[in-house]
């Protein structure tokens, strides 16, 4: 009797930790159909290492493929082109749809509000992979050369493993479905100063705080400025005012004094976007460099963010 209600119990138990718990992958590897995160993603779930800049998704100015990817010309067609793969192992064809949206540039974009359609592509994916082609209509490209675009494999035979909430980073984090391309390619000459923005947003209902990451992997033969703007400066002063690795110079000025900086306690209220401003300036001709903004939730969990590349060559 003992042992029946205790076997009761771990059978109760496993049931719940089940429902907890989801299985690895909702598709076994052989039907499994990936869009990498970065370059090091071998489509596990959850992936890890950076969520929005996949290597997967690229922007070209023709419909002929390009080396690198491109920022698109607002008011004319661009052609986005979209990597889906297989695992190992992979038997037959997996029929699906690859979906494709474009929102603001930043980070914390909620979905499905937070984004808009720009097309979709029936595709039929074989073991080897392929790649799909969405036309970007220009009426629909924003700009100039700012651009945040989220690819979803949509599949009876290979579905999200985890349902989808309103933190795309979550989202593409969890499903190998989902890929987002956040990029933001900007050209520095001398004497010639030059303000790209970021938008700040809570994918959340309520009220938040946040921490703003700013890294340069490659630095900038230059200067960096972030802009806060007057609200989020008044709301980060009144929230204690933290910060390292930044110099104020203005009002809602700061200047990048090291490679690594963070915001403290920027307070944004729910469902909120609000734009903020990097300027980049150099006195003489800079190469190429790379600057990462992301988000971070009160938790730690990152929200997304851009990857700026300055004096990029294509």
């Not at 192992?89 to 699906?96: P, T, V």
């Not at 979709?120 to 074989?126: E, R």
């Not at 009876?156 to 909430?165: R, V, Y």
């Not at 460099?289 to 730690?300: K, P, T």
Request: with cysteine.
């Amino acid at each position: 009797m003992v042992k029946a209600k205790l076997a009761t119990v771990l059978a109760g138990l496993l049931a719940i930790a089940t429902l907890i718990a989801p299985a690895v992958s909702a598709t076994p590897f052989q039907r499994d159909v990936f869009v990498r995160d970065n370059v090091s993603d071998v489509g596990n779930e959850p992936s890890t290492g950076s969520i929005y800049y996949s290597p997967d998704i690229k922007v070209c100015h023709t419909p002929v493929p390009c080396a690198v990817s491109q920022n698109p010309i607002v008011g004319v067609n661009n052609y986005v082109f979209v990597n889906l793969r297989r695992k190992p192992g992979g038997i037959g064809n997996i029929d699906g749809a690859l979906y494709l949206y474009r929102s603001n540039l930043g980070g914390g974009t909620a979905w499905p509000g937070g984004w808009t359609f720009v097309g979709v592509s029936g595709a039929s994916v074989p073991v080897a992979g392929t790649t799909v082609m969405i036309t970007w209509n220009g009426a629909n490209v924003p700009g100039p050369a700012h651009f945040c675009l989220l690819a979803r494999w949509v599949s009876n035979a290979d579905p999200m493993t985890f349902a989808e909430g309103p933190n795309t980073q979550l989202n593409a984090q969890r499903n190998n479905n989902i890929a987002w391309r956040n990029v933001d390619s900007v050209r520095v000459r001398p004497f010639e100063p030059v303000k790209v923005p970021y938008t700040i947003g809570n994918p959340d209902r309520g009220d938040a705080r946040q921490a703003l990451l700013i890294e340069a992997p490659r630095p900038f033969a230059g200067t960096v400025t972030f802009d806060l703007g007057q609200e989020l400066t008044a709301r980060w002063k009144q929230a204690g005012g933290r910060a390292v690795g930044v110099k104020q110079v203005g009002e809602t000025q700061f200047l990048l004094a090291e490679a690594k900086a963070r915001f403290d306690g920027i307070v944004l209220k729910g469902e909120e976007r609000v734009e903020t401003a990097l300027t980049f300036a150099t006195e003489r001709e800079a190469g190429p460099a790379e600057l990462h903004v992301r988000q971070l939730d009160a938790q730690g969990a990152d929200l997304g963010g851009a990857q700026y590349l300055i004096n990029e060559k294509d």
